[in-house]
């Protein structure tokens, strides 16, 4: 059986990959090889750049994936640093910046990007607005205040596979599985 | 005379460097070459992996800084991404984030980093409060609601040579200037 590499610290996203990837016939394989991630507004630069740094390390195929929240009436914040920003002020912090906000529109990135003969790019997108408070415990991150477009539940409500229907990283890894299966990007 | 180059888009930067820079037999050059920094939460790794790939392009001593303003209540947010951070949600932002908070203490932390005969990395750091409200037009960023200990003044209410003797970069500068000078780090 084929082998693929997801390299990613995070469990979380490396479930939501597991039961993604379910229809193919790899092995799906988390390690979690550090790697440089440059500063940029734009994901895919900063994707493009890490995957170049770890075809020269690692020699299998392999993917990792970048996303942020960006949230419309704060520029687009907290967006490519969302990881530190939820370390530091978190999701108090988010609702505290929207207090008294009527524009709560926010989209989800997720950019996926694969290297196999050459790096690939996928992208997904959610969107959604967010809450006035704290909504489920379940995900990670930003999960709990943010409700994606024609749903009812925040992300932090769903179960994993729910989420995978709505979610950013859902449809990226969606773009990814249907080229995997068939060559067309 | 010896030239050395400032890589910074950032005029005040400059401006604040050519003064601390005066007593150096030296011809100081800005320019803007892009270069990548990489996300990191120590400013000390995002400057030696700047300074690393500028020496690869740039012949000539050079140097770079990267600073940061870290709030202690806010678990050293806005840290390592001030830049993006200040051009999204903004002083203001902050401001918000510090309704009724009462521990208001935090430092602003410079990091300059030399390429010459190898890497040198010079440190400054001023300690001081966040304000309650914008004190001032003068400087950049987050000028205005910081106040330096021992200062009744803002850096957004100072004049660049009152700002030198306060500040991190004013700092990190001097160790650079007495390295240039005599050698010694």
Redesign the interface.
């Known amino acids: 059986m084929e082998k693929l590499y997801f390299i990613t610290g995070n469990k979380g996203k490396f479930k939501e990959a597991k039961i993604m990837l379910r229809p193919l016939n790899i092995k799906l394989i988390q390690t979690d090889i550090g790697y440089?991630?440059?500063?940029a507004?734009d994901l895919k630069e900063?994707v493009l750049?890490s995957i170049n740094f770890c075809n020269e390390r690692l020699k299998s195929p392999f993917f990792l994936e970048d996303s942020g929240l960006f949230i419309d009436e704060?520029?687009?914040?907290p967006?490519?640093?969302s990881r530190?920003?939820q370390?530091?002020?978190g999701n108090d912090?988010i609702l505290?910046?929207l207090?008294n906000v009527n524009n709560r529109s926010a989209y989800f990135k997720s950019i996926v990007g694969l290297y196999k003969n050459g790096p690939h790019i996928f992208e997904g997108i959610s969107r959604g607005i967010i809450s006035n408070e704290i909504l489920g415990h379940g995900g990670f991150g930003y999960d709990p205040i943010f409700i994606p477009e024609k749903s009812p539940k925040s992300f932090g409500e769903m179960t994993t596979i729910e989420k995978n229907k709505f979610s950013h990283r859902g449809r990226a890894l969606e773009k990814l599985v249907t080229y995997l299966e068939s060559g067309v990007e």
């Open positions: 440089p991630e440059i500063q507004s900063i750049f704060l520029n687009s914040f967006g490519p640093y530190y920003i370390d530091t002020i912090g505290k910046l207090l």
